[in-house]
């Protein structure tokens, strides 16, 4: 069971309540096509979460099967309030980890990326770090956590994070002691220097304070990293911090460089290639003026990739292997051809024509013959295609509309 993929319907309704709000409050903290990022980011991990959680799953089990010191007993309330504070603590320890090293904080940049900070930041994931903080929970197998419970409360602890990416939230009293609460997990998104590297903690504030990695908001929070990384395309920002490193490591004339700058702590860079400029963060946030009915397009293919994504986690969930194989490299094929559309890319019109022509290619092959049963949504898929095709060209024949 994966609670942090059950609670997408409330996700969806915060995010509607914090835009309705806004509307209410005149104070506006969303960006379409940066919110839109945010949210294909998540796409993109949940198209790699099956394979990159048997990372996890497979050492978890083994060693909770064969090493395993107690048997806590799954029924105990107790073992389920001491594991989930256990669980926030591994987090911890992982977070912290993810920012300190050139190579861990690579899979963890893009949730850092956003230069605006609301409720859909908190799904800009990044789609590798399961990869790299496994590690960091085997210790609970070991202490003899089931497999299962452990599963449901990190799913838990990850839910709990969502609700914190907001600015219409203030300072919550007591709260702010020992909870992470919005005020704290703004200053863990904010490039200030004070800010840098600070307050870790999912949950539980207590371990920032314990060890020494907190900071109160005390001034204006100025979001982002400070080597932004200017693109809209989901897969391309998940990569890069490590272009960067790959840069560098080309670069530097030291073999050795080469090899450790990947495990040296975050920013560290080789002497010789130290006076090559990286991005910096400048006083705009990155945006591409777009035309406004282009903007609707993207829009309304948004809201198309994201029904796939749910008939493809369905499939799943049905032990279906089929139906995700084909459908999961077009919904990555239309994240990235969304980013390109906000970015106003030259080749996005080749780029989406051939996208439209794929998908509806898909749909009437598995209508028609891969799932004959399943013809109805092969022949609507396949509809949907052709308008949208027809609203591409009308949109190519119009360069002079207005710009938003």
């Avoid at 106003?344 to 004959?372: H, Q, T």
């Amino acid at each position: 069971m994966n609670v942090a993929v059950m609670a997408v319907p409330l996700y969806i309704l915060l995010i509607l309540l914090e835009l309705a709000y806004e509307r209410w409050s005149g104070r506006h903290t969303y960006r379409l096509a940066d919110a839109v990022t945010s949210i294909d980011t998540a796409v993109l991990r949940m198209l790699l979460e099956g394979p990159l959680r048997l990372l996890l799953v497979v050492p978890y089990a083994w060693l909770y099967e064969h090493a395993r010191l107690w048997t806590l007993d799954p029924a105990s309330p107790w073992t389920w309030l001491l594991g989930f504070v256990a669980v926030d603590f591994c987090f911890y320890w992982a977070h912290r980890s993810l920012h300190r090293y050139n190579l861990l904080w690579g899979a963890h940049q893009p949730h850092h990326s956003s230069e605006d900070f609301n409720l859909s930041t908190a799904l800009r994931k990044g789609a590798f770090q399961t990869a790299f903080d496994w590690p960091f929970y085997l210790p609970l197998a070991l202490l003899g956590l089931p497999l299962p419970l452990f599963l449901v409360l990190l799913g838990a602890q990850l839910v709990y994070q969502f609700w914190i990416h907001s600015q219409h939230v203030g300072r919550l009293g007591m709260l702010e002691w020992f909870m992470v609460t919005p005020s704290n997990h703004r200053v863990h998104h904010g490039q200030n220097d004070r800010y840098i590297d600070k307050n870790h903690g999912g949950v539980f504030i207590v371990w920032d304070r314990l060890f020494g990695t907190f900071a109160d908001e005390t001034e204006a929070v100025r979001y982002g990293v400070t080597t932004p990384v200017r693109t809209f395309d989901p897969l391309r920002l998940q990569f890069s911090w490590w272009r960067l490193l790959w840069a560098d490591a080309v670069a530097t004339r030291s073999w050795r460089d080469k090899l450790r700058l990947w495990w040296m702590p975050t920013g560290w860079r080789p002497a010789d290639v130290r006076a090559r400029p990286w991005p910096k963060m400048g006083s705009e946030k990155f945006d591409c003026p777009s035309q406004a009915g282009l903007r609707w397009y993207a829009f309304a293919q948004f809201v198309a990739i994201n029904a796939l994504t749910l008939v493809y986690l369905a499939s799943v969930k049905q032990a279906g292997w089929l139906l995700p194989l084909l459908l999961g490299p077009l919904i990555l094929f239309g994240c990235v051809s969304l980013g390109w559309l906000f970015e106003g890319r030259r080749a996005l019109w080749r780029l989406e024509a051939v996208r439209l022509a794929l998908l509806a290619a898909f749909a009437l092959a598995w209508g028609l013959w891969l799932a004959p049963a399943q013809w109805l949504f092969g022949m609507g898929l396949a509809g949907l295609c052709a308008a949208s095709l027809l609203w591409l060209v009308w949109l190519a024949a119009r360069p002079q509309m207005a710009q938003a």
